[in-house]
DNA sequence: GAGATGATCAACT
DNA sequence: GTTGATCATCTCG
């Protein structure tokens, strides 16, 4: 299997965004390789996007990452519970990046199950079993990444995205999920996701 | 199934 | 003191 290199990040955002869907996160996790795949990802667009923590240039110690070269990975913490996993897009500097909002864990389901509800899969009711990992914080908390990963890149063994060649799907835009304080960037549509897949956070009517 | 609410913290006013 | 790129839980019905 492929993995992504940094020309495949150090591209337009919203092209990294849609190629993003149907790759494979592989994170490493109790020395086993949990391979997720991405079924929904939203794209923000740096200085001129109002949902951006970038936007018009705004630098904290929080967000600098994003400045950043292509590939680096930007976790922050929201809602006082939540981590929510970002990837570093386009040229250094650009301020740009890409939210994984939702995956479909592919092995290693008592790891994921353990870390989520502290039981193995086995032990999870179809709601439960539904809920695991379709939206960001959840996915977080399911491959246990945290803040210790903000500033790392996408290249190492610990954790590297993988290309499988899985193009059977097609591709759903829609409006960006919670960020209504962003006036005419709410509407933008910078949220794609597989359509039909069961991980998807929300879907529209 | 849908709507309201609380959890709880870092960044910012 | 307020708010947010969220989620689990509660209350209805």
Redesign the pocket.
């Known amino acids: 299997m492929k993995r992504l290199d940094k020309d495949f990040f150090n591209r337009d955002t919203l092209q990294v965004a849609k190629d993003l869907l149907g790759k494979i996160l592989v994170i490493k996790l109790d020395n086993e390789k949990v391979h997720s795949r991405i079924v929904e990802v939203?794209a923000?667009a740096g200085l001129n996007d109002k949902?951006?923590?970038t936007y018009n240039g705004?630098r904290?110690?929080?967000n600098e990452i994003m400045y950043d070269e292509a590939g680096k990975i930007y976790v922050y913490?929201?809602?006082?519970?939540?981590n929510?996993f970002?990837i570093v897009t386009n040229k250094y500097n650009k301020g740009e990046?890409v939210?994984i909002r939702a995956v479909q864990t592919l092995n290693c389901e008592n790891i994921i199950a353990n870390n989520r509800y502290g039981k193995d899969y086995i032990d999870l009711n179809n709601y439960q079993k539904l809920?695991i990992t379709n939206?960001?914080?959840?996915l977080c908390k399911a491959l246990n990444i945290d803040r210790k990963f903000n500033g790392k890149d996408l290249f190492s063994s610990q954790i590297y995205i993988a290309d499988d060649n899985f193009k059977d799907f097609e591709i759903i835009e829609s409006k960006?999920?919670?960020?209504n304080?962003a006036e005419e960037a709410k509407d933008y549509l910078y949220r794609f996701y597989i359509k039909n897949n069961p991980m998807v956070?929300k879907v529209e009517k």
Request: no cysteine; hydrophobic share 30%.
């Open positions: 939203e923000y949902a951006s923590h705004k904290t110690k929080r913490f929201i809602y006082g519970m939540y929510m970002n990046a939210l809920n939206g960001p914080g959840k960006r999920i919670g960020i304080y956070s």
